[in-house]
């Protein structure tokens, strides 16, 4: 959505860059955070879109690291709704037991080296955090933000929507964004964009990125600086060739680690998801 939906063509215009969200919105420490200065930001950013364009801010951080739980997202709620009181808000979701193993192949884009097993279990010692599946009961977060901007003001889109009726969802999204001269998809922006890796890549991918300094893993094992970064590509590039593909497509570790781990799990979350979402919304592949 940032790179190819909310953009000038469309007629939309993001006010804040990713970086800058991070940088104002959620870097700062709950003791210096100053809820005037992007409100300022905003406002002198707000001022310089033209008429008939959507002011747009979207940052997939607000909602939380999912690699350490997502501890920070009711925090960072707060802080919208002290700097934006009057936005209306988009949420995102995808089935739980399909964005997981998503979001384990991007941790190990990241430099994760946890196996999925270890990775999933969210182990923890005292004040250090993993994983925690409660971040993806995705009706807590949605409450949260109906209780502080209102529910007419919170629009939750499965990414099943986008899927099944791209130009349908992404009309339905300008309707409740204002956009009174929304006009439909341009062609660049169907395409795919930042496809994981392949499930089968992730023991030899994993084991990489003990040789590459990271995000993740400032210290690698044996540290090969930005040949580390070159053996990963590298490794992600051929580990997607048809000829490799042939032969491992059909293991997917990680997704079915997940449904085993899971299995049930989110039920009940999902139960009062469906009640507290709007019934024009297609919530059939949340049970």
């Known amino acids: 959505m940032q790179n190819l939906l909310f953009q000038p063509v469309h007629g939309y215009r993001q006010i804040l860059t990713h970086r800058e969200v991070f940088e104002g919105l959620l870097r700062p420490h709950g003791l210096q955070f100053d809820p005037e200065a992007i409100r300022e930001a905003i406002a002198a950013r707000q001022h310089d879109v033209p008429p008939g364009m959507v002011p747009v801010i979207s940052s997939e951080l607000i909602s939380g690291n999912p690699f350490f739980g997502g501890r ?70 949605i409450a949260l933000y109906q209780e502080l901007f209102g529910r007419d003001n919170v629009y939750v889109l499965p990414q099943e929507m986008l899927q099944a009726d791209l130009d349908l969802a992404c009309a339905d999204l300008a309707r409740f964004a204002g956009h009174a001269e929304w006009r439909g998809l341009s062609s660049d922006a169907r395409r795919v964009r930042g496809a994981s890796d392949p499930e089968y890549a992730v023991p030899v991918l994993r084991r990489v990125n003990h040789v590459r300094p990271s995000a993740l893993h400032h210290e690698p094992l044996l540290n090969l600086g930005t040949g580390g970064d070159h053996l990963f590509r590298a ?32 039920s009940e979350s999902n139960a009062r998801l469906r009640r507290i979402v709007s019934n024009s919304i297609d919530m059939s592949a949340y049970t």
């Open 72 to 141: 920070e997202n009711d925090l960072y709620a707060e802080r919208m709704r002290q700097t934006m009181p009057d936005a209306r808000v988009l949420i995102s979701i995808r089935t739980q037991l399909r964005i997981l193993p998503s979001v384990y192949m991007q941790y190990i884009r990241r430099g994760g080296t946890m196996t999925p097993e270890r990775f999933f279990d969210g182990e923890v010692e005292w004040g250090y955090f993993g994983f925690a599946p409660e971040h993806f009961e995705y009706d807590r977060l």
């Open 235 to 266: 490794t992600s590039y051929l580990m997607r060739r048809a000829f490799v593909a042939a032969l491992m497509k059909s293991r997917t570790p990680v997704s079915q680690h997940v449904r085993a781990r899971f299995a049930g799990y989110f």
